[in-house]
């Protein structure tokens, strides 16, 4: 029998389960005694996983919860995430149950948040040439790509393996996320990126090497191929309005309003006139040319300048300490008031 961490800081594991029968058992005894609670949420799984984890788990610290419909891996993840602050965990890990992430790391990935350091930790997979090895080529350029556009849509430019779902969350940022409005299927780690993003979270990542055997994964490529797309284009959107136009305004907006004004001028002025000289077969004049293709040049200058400034842009100071430092100061202001009510 495994004993329950003997920390002041409680740790649990949630583990979405959906036709992965085979392997959970494996999963649920790699986990090691610094997790206090494991959290089974059986996704209205056709194999009945979650009865099966009932009938043969034998650890105490296993828990199993049951959606009444099948939500998807996220929403069986939130389901779970929602157990855990009701329970008083102070880090939440969410394990796939399929076997391709390494329980024994468990301890690494969450020592960012117990140090202080970081509000949410993601495994790794591409840290080290050697860790590419084991993962399938179609699914190794895909990652690639997927990265790049969850970079963009997130704001957090130094992540370098968005769509890993080997994570840790501290409870104080998980419960300042609308938990209901985070995307219940495939693109859950994405979103909860651009969630993290719009409260400021610091995020840390830890290297891993993923295990590929005989699980079959429940992604369809040819649905998040039309859906992924619009989905970060949207989170991309909101994203520039609620860091730069609606919570601040700052000199990467300006730089955003007077690139894209100054392109689409260009782009628009040197269209009509090229169409026009193209139909009257008469050559433009240079003038003309010049006011088109300065603003396109400066525009673009102007935007790769936007961009420049939010990649910097990225959150530094944990919430965890910024909370702990506004407690100290609502201390000194009121000292007879307690810790525990805020």
Known sequence: MKQSSTSTISTFVVIPCYKV??????????????VDRILV?????PQSTGDFVRQRATDPRVQVLFNPKNLGVGGATIAGFKQALRDGADVIVKLDGDGQMDPRLIPFLIQPIRDGEADYTKGNRFFTPDSLNSMPLARLFGNAALSFVSKASSGYWDVMDPTNGFTAIQATALSLLPLDKIDNGYFFESDMLFRLNTIRAVIREMPMEAKYGSEKSN???????????VKHSVRFLKRIFYNYFLRDFNVCSIELVAGLVLSIFGLTYGSIHWYRSFTLNIATPTGTVMMAVLPII???????????LDVTNIPRS????????RVRNQDAVQPTKSVANL
């Open 219 to 229: 992604l369809k490529i040819y649905k998040v191929l039309g859906e992924f797309p």
């Open 21 to 34: 029968r085979e392997h959970i058992l494996g999963v649920i005894g790699g986990i090691g005694p610094e």
């Open 318 to 325: 944990p919430l965890q300490r910024s909370l702990r430092n």
């Open 298 to 308: 400066i525009g673009f200058q102007l935007l790769l300048a936007a961009i420049t």
């Open 41 to 45: 949420v059986d996704d209205a799984c």
